[in-house]
């Protein structure tokens, strides 16, 4: 039941709806005790043979007006509580989505994306039941289940009503302990499919694997197995799920017999007639389904419960990113500084980054080298305020990072990530991705810019083309241009590439460069890259080991230092060779 | 969620949906015993819930209005209701679980059809399907087809529920029972509105889910580019535009299922009773009338009316298994076939001498991907493919690993054509070392030996040992048993390439095929992993791409590709003699290690 006190706020921002449900499902269940009744006034006046005309269109008639009003006042229940739930299920998914798009990185490293869309779908589902079923059924088990207990006590006999009840508890009672049982080997069988799952997924991504050992008969030997445990586990599930109608039938049953028994021997004797003996059957029959629905209400409850739970820890979650209340609105310009001296991730106690110092001249170009994991990525998190807790500061012309607002800083910087991620969209939709409104002319220049414009003009829509999931698929180069182009379209202040040219081949990446150059003499650029061509004509160049930076200096004073640099230099123009040297 | 969408746009037609279903129900022959049975406890569960109302109507009519009812009639009359009852639990309890066994086990069957299939597909289906999509036929589709096939218990409950509850009714009063059928076309109208407006908006509903869904996923991997861009505010507004329209399709489902279905149901039943009771009424002015009659006919009544609201109520599910079902179909249906074998043949491959000759290939059927290629390793040789992307490397790969079929030109292995080779022969003597090292779930035992059983402890050792991976795999806290898990996260680049050579190499292949890896691996592992590629070359015939030189130098035979021709071959002296490509490419590289 708590999980009414939680969502409690739903409930009284929408009283209206529920209020007015609620009481149409109450009258309904009132209504609903005339029919049996009118069946047995009938039926009494028959056996007794003093049916008249008038007293017999006038119960048919009532009998009519009673489905009537049935009919409107269930469209009245059900829209006024279904239709809301449904609201209530709109309303958290937007919360989260705003909360999603106000997460920190941390939030997205620790919740993976397939966990949070089972919170956005499961999880949501669970909650609308509680306020769609978990609502309909306790008021419905409530009121139908009272209404017609009230009516058995009142209107035929108290002694038979009370024994007639006894073994109605049972109902709840088995109901609740089924369900608790099936619960139990759902779950394994679930666990069963999920590693049915597993198994499919690992074998379909690891397919070329299985054909290079030819291993196909072993493969699907396994996969038999698994789908032969799945049957076997949900096996278990049926013997106890297929026993829930048949007992039910059973407990009703036992109400049916005693009824007969003791109500037939109160007919012989006339202490109720036969037409209340014909309604009592209707009425017992009309408990059934508000006895059942006790049992099955626990499980909506706990499940939405747990649900709600789950969802109000993903909201409870506070980005470690927040804006200075006086923060500083003029967008980013001048020189940078950057000062760390130790930078650790929150869930690790390795420092990614240390002494990482340099200063950048406005209009200059940084190059920072290294390998995988030297720190080059996290450098750049931190420049682009991802995370706030390091030792050390970051100046943009002189302010430090954290006292500005994110806009101020964020629509300034142009970043071209290194997994460059495109969104399902246009191309141009692709390119203008910072601002829908800019033009067409400027799509098309920034596109120039990093080479692809040709590349667009040969595809199918040209720069309608949708790309992403449902488009065309294109070439990491290409995606690479992509991301460039729509980090460069706003002419940022600070241009940031994180290996974003790893994927096009050496003309092109020269191309884009000294574009890059022309376009950008007034404005800072920080190249990341393992080639060493991408960063050789930067006014500095770092070289980071580790996080720590283990050489720095132009392209000259560092392969006179004979170090790592000159070394990667080497190596990479040999390769360049050998890959370049075929084409002619 | 590319497919929910696609799957979900449009209206599948009848007659599809009808072959689609025949094809499906094809899969339930091995359990047509267990479902027979099923069925037939359905029609006993039917004759006791026509019988029950009828004991109740003997008593009533028989003994009650008669007034010669007595305490033993009634405990008579009592037991026998019992009787009934539990009888009815027991056929219902064989009803349901053989239903529910039934479906589960044909669902179990075509789950390993396919799979089976999956697995006698080419490589092509795997380069070009999203992994999670075939992943998602496999398991999720099927199971929507096990809730598919409860529909159809529905439907034939219903039906005997219908025409059991006539009979009982027509032995009762054939008038009555004639005139309530007039209900039927009423009855019909109704499910045939509800059924034309329901599909349509459940369609639109599941599409826009389909939709939101897709959204959000796509949102939350792209959030840093979103929160980057500061466009948190645009997708925000888009998304609330999304979940708002399914919103509204959803509430609209809402108001149909309102409208037309069990409260629609249940007005129906209630004039039927106004019917009975006004016929019953009537004649009773006129004469006289058993009155438990009126009580059966009432049951039997909501007998008649209540399948209706579940039968109606299935279509949703109907909907979903048509949809799940033809997805389904479409992987048995899918003819991009692994290429054939010709599985006859008892040719061996002895000494492992690769010859192709003239060999073009298309991926498309237009671009040539590899023009006339021709060359031979002898046993024992290693063969070297030089160039930059694209120039028809792993084409070359492809085909002689026989993950794609080709037309022109052949193949031979030891002078056989390489189609003419039980594929059991050719998987036995050739390994292939992939770029991406893909290490599956289980321990690094499991790793090496993969799932031949044939392969000891001691030979995985001695695997290991061979390429050195014996050394960090020996610091691993459980050593050969540690865990790999998603795909082997914990090892390093290099670990998982020490360890494919180990998987490799246990099998002992004739000949081995190298893709060399252009990823970056730290330098100490680097060292390993060369010296282990030359121990494993030594004895057999190699085919290898090349991204470093190192492995060119010594080869019998270096290819140099550029879009899918050779433009030189010959060993690296030769090559330097011709002054050719090869040649540029030597002296960059003297030059620069010179610089």
Redesign the interface.
């Known amino acids: 039941m708590g999980i009414f006190k939680k969502l409690g706020w739903f409930f009284k921002q929408e009283k209206k709806a529920y209020i007015s449900g609620v009481i149409a499902l109450f009258i309904v269940s009132i209504i609903a005790l005339l ?1 049996p009744r ?2 047995g006034i ?2 009494d ?3 007794s ?1 003093t ?3 008038q007293s ?1 269109i006038m ?2 008639s009532l ?2 007006a ?3 009003a ?2 409107l006042l ?2 009245i229940w ?2 006024n509580i ?2 809301t739930a ?2 209530l ?2 309303i958290i ?2 919360q989260l ?2 909360h ?4 920190d ?1 941390h939030f ?1 490293q620790r919740y993976r ?1 397939g966990d ?2 089972a919170h ?2 499961n999880d949501l589902r669970a909650i609308r039941m509680v306020a769609a079923g978990g609502i309909l059924t306790l008021a419905d088990s409530v009121s139908t289940g009272s209404a017609t207990i009230i009516a058995m006590f009142l209107v035929v006999d108290w002694r038979l009503a009370l024994l007639a009840l006894i073994p109605l508890p049972l109902l709840a009672l088995c109901s609740r302990i089924l369900g608790t049982k099936i619960h139990k080997s759902f779950r394994e069988a679930q666990a069963a ?1 999920s590693h ?3 198994k ?3 074998s ?13 008969t ?3 030997q ?3 197995e698994k ?2 445990q ?2 076997k586990e ?2 278990k599930v ?2 106890v ?3 829930f ?3 039910i ?2 407990i009703t ?2 109400s ?3 009824t ?2 003791l109500g ?2 109160f ?2 004797n006339e202490v109720i007639s ?2 209340e ?2 309604t009592f ?2 009425y017992i029959s009309m408990l059934t389904w508000p006895m059942l629905a006790v049992g099955r209400l626990f499980n909506i409850l706990e499940r939405g419960s747990a649900s709600y739970d789950r969802i109000r820890e993903l909201l409870n979650n506070k980005s470690s990113i927040q804006e200075n209340t006086s923060a500083v609105t003029t967008p980013i310009s001048g020189n940078v500084d950057v000062t760390i001296q130790k930078f650790t991730y929150p869930s690790s106690d390795k420092a990614v980054l240390s002494d990482v110092h340099f200063h950048l001249v406005k209009g200059q170009t940084l190059g920072i080298v290294g ?2 994991g030297s720190g080059k990525t996290s450098l750049f998190e931190l420049m ?1 305020r ?1 995370y706030d807790h390091y030792e050390g500061t970051i100046l943009y012309g002189g302010t430090d990072i954290r006292d500005y607002s ?2 101020a800083l ?2 300034r ?1 142009g ?1 071209v ?1 290194q997994d460059n ?1 495109l ?2 969209d246009t191309i141009a939709g692709n390119i203008r ?2 601002d ?1 409104n800019l033009s067409m002319a400027e799509v098309e220049r920034a596109a120039k810019l990093t080479a692809i414009h040709q590349d667009i003009l040969e595809m199918p829509q040209q720069y309608e083309t949708e790309v ?3 488009g065309v698929s294109l070439s990491g180069g290409q995606k690479q241009r992509i991301s460039i182009a ?1 980090a460069l379209i706003t002419n940022p202040e600070l241009l940031i590439l994180d290996d974003a040219l790893s994927a096009v ?1 050496a003309k092109t990446e020269e191309k884009i460069l000294s574009a890059l150059k022309d376009e950008r003499s007034d404005q800072t650029t920080i190249i990341a890259a ?1 080639r060493i061509s991408s960063v050789m004509h930067a006014q500095e160049i770092l070289v980071l080991e580790d996080g720590r930076v283990i050489e720095r200096g132009t392209h000259e004073q560092l392969l006179a230092n004979n170090g790592w640099y000159k070394e990667m230099y ?1 190596q990479q ?3 360049q ?8 | ?2 497919n929910t ?1 696609s799957a979900w746009s449009r209206e599948i037609p009848l007659r599809e949906q009808l072959t689609t279903m025949k094809r499906i129900f094809s899969f339930a022959k091995p359990f047509l015993g267990q479902f027979a049975a099923s069925i037939v406890f359905a029609g006993l569960l039917a004759v006791t819930n026509a019988l029950l109302p009828r004991i ?1 109507q003997t ?2 009519d028989g003994y ?2 008669q007034g010669t ?3 033993q ?3 008579l ?3 026998l ?2 009787g009934a ?2 009888l ?3 056929i ?2 064989f009803n ?2 053989h239903y ?2 039934a479906s ?2 044909t669902v ?1 069957v075509i ?2 059809a396919v ?2 299939k ?2 006698k597909l080419g ?1 092509n289906y ?1 380069d070009r399907t999203p ?1 999670g999509s ?2 998602s036929k ?2 999720n589709d099927t ?1 929507t087809i096990k809730e598919f096939w409860t529909v159809f218990l529905t439907v034939i409950e219903g039906l005997l529920g219908l025409s059991i509850s006539f009979i009982a009714m027509y032995t009762l009063n054939a008038e009555v029972t004639l005139w309530i059928m007039t209900f039927l076309p009423i009855l019909i109208v109704v499910i045939w509105l509800y059924q034309k407006k329901s599909s349509f908006l459940y369609r639109s509903m599941r599409e826009k889910l389909g939709i ?3 959204k ?17 505010k ?3 507004e888009d ?2 535009e999304t ?2 329209s ?2 509204r399709s ?2 609209q489902m ?2 149909i ?3 037309l279905l ?3 149901i ?2 129906l039943y ?2 039927a ?2 019917f009975i ?2 016929f ?3 004649d ?2 006129n004469g ?2 058993e ?1 438990g009659v ?2 059966a006919f ?1 049951s039997y009544v909501r007998n008649f009316f209540q399948p209706m609201t579940r039968m109606m109520d299935s279509l949703s599910i109907f909907q979903d298994g048509i949809v799940s079902s033809s997805r389904v179909l479409e992987v048995l249906d899918n003819e991009e076939y ?1 290429p054939e074998q010709n599985e006859q043949s008892d040719a061996k491959i002895t000494s492992a001498k690769i010859e192709f000759k003239d060999v073009s290939f298309s991926y498309d059927g237009k671009h040539k991907v590899l023009k006339n290629i021709s060359f031979t390793a002898y046993p024992g040789q290693t063969v070297a493919l ?4 694209g ?1 028809g490397k792993s084409s070359i790969i492809n085909l002689i ?1 026989r ?1 794609y079929e080709f037309y022109e030109g052949d193949i031979l292995i030891d002078g056989v054509s390489i189609k003419d080779y039980p ?2 022969e ?3 003597n ?3 070392v ?1 770029q991406d090292s ?1 290490l ?2 289980g321990t690094i035992k499991d790793n090496i030996r ?3 059983k044939a392969i000891t402890d001691a030979e995985i050792r001695k695997a290991a040992e061979f390429v050195q991976a014996d050394k960090f795999i020996e610091a691993l806290p459980h050593k050969y048993n540690a865990k790999v898990i998603e ?1 082997g996260a914990s090892y390093s680049s290099g670990q998982k390439q020490l360890i494919s050579f180990a ?1 490799t190499i246990v ?1 002992d292949p004739k000949i081995l095929i190298l893709d060399e890896a252009t990823a ?1 691996i ?1 330098t100490e592992t680097e060292v390993l992993i060369q010296e282990g590629l030359e121990k494993m070359r030594k004895g057999r015939t190699t085919l290898a791409i090349a ?3 190192s492995t060119i130098r010594d080869a019998d035979l270096i290819l ?3 879009h899918g021709e050779i ?1 030189e071959q010959g060993t690296h002296d030769e090559l330097l003699d011709q002054k050719g ?2 040649y ?2 030597y002296e ?2 003297k030059s ?2 010179t ?1």
């Open positions: 029919p009118i069946i009938i039926v006046q028959i056996a043979q049916i008249t005309m017999l119960w048919v009998l009519g009673t489905a009537v049935q009919y269930r469209y059900r829209i279904f239709g449904s609201k299920e709109r998914r937007t989505y705003q999603f798009t106000e997460m990185k997205f994306t949070l869309m956005a779908t499919f049915l799952n597993d499919t997924q690992e379909v991504s690891g397919m070329k694997v299985i054909k290079t050992f030819g291993q196909e072993e493969d699907i396994e996969f038999k789908t032969a799945v049957v949900n096996k049926y013997i799920d297929s026993l109608d048949p007992v039938t059973i049953g036992m049916y017999v005693l007969m028994i037939g021997s007919v012989i036969i037409g003996f014909v059957f209707t390998k995988t682009l991802e994110l806009d964020l629509k910087i970043y990530p991620f969104f399902s991705f910072a829908p992403g999931e449902r729509r081949d393992h080497e123009q040999l390769e060779q050998i890959e370049g040297g075929a084409v002619k | 969620m590319k969408q109740v008593l009533i009650f209005t009812a007595t305490v009639v009634v405990l009359f009592g037991s209701y019992a009852t539990l009815k639990a027991v219902w309890y349901l679980y529910n066994m589960e086990k179990a789950r390993n799979y089976t999956l697995h490589m795997f992994a075939i992943v496999v398991t199971e939101l869904n897709a959000l996923a796509e949102s939350i991997t792209g959030m840093s580019i979103i929160q980057q861009f500061r466009q948190e645009r997708f925000q998304f609330e979940n708002m399914y919103f959803r509430y809402t108001k299922n309102t409208l069990s409260p629609i249940d007005l209630t004039s009773l106004v009771l006004s019953f009424g009537f009773a002015l006289f009338v009155v009126i009580y009432t692994a030089v160039g930059h992307t120039s690993m993950f594929l059991s050719l998987r036995s050739m390994g292939l992939l893909f599956f779930y993969l799932k031949n795909r998987s099998t970056n730290d991204h470093r030189l140099v590709l550029d433009v490509v090869y540029g490419m960059l590289q620069g290690l610089e």
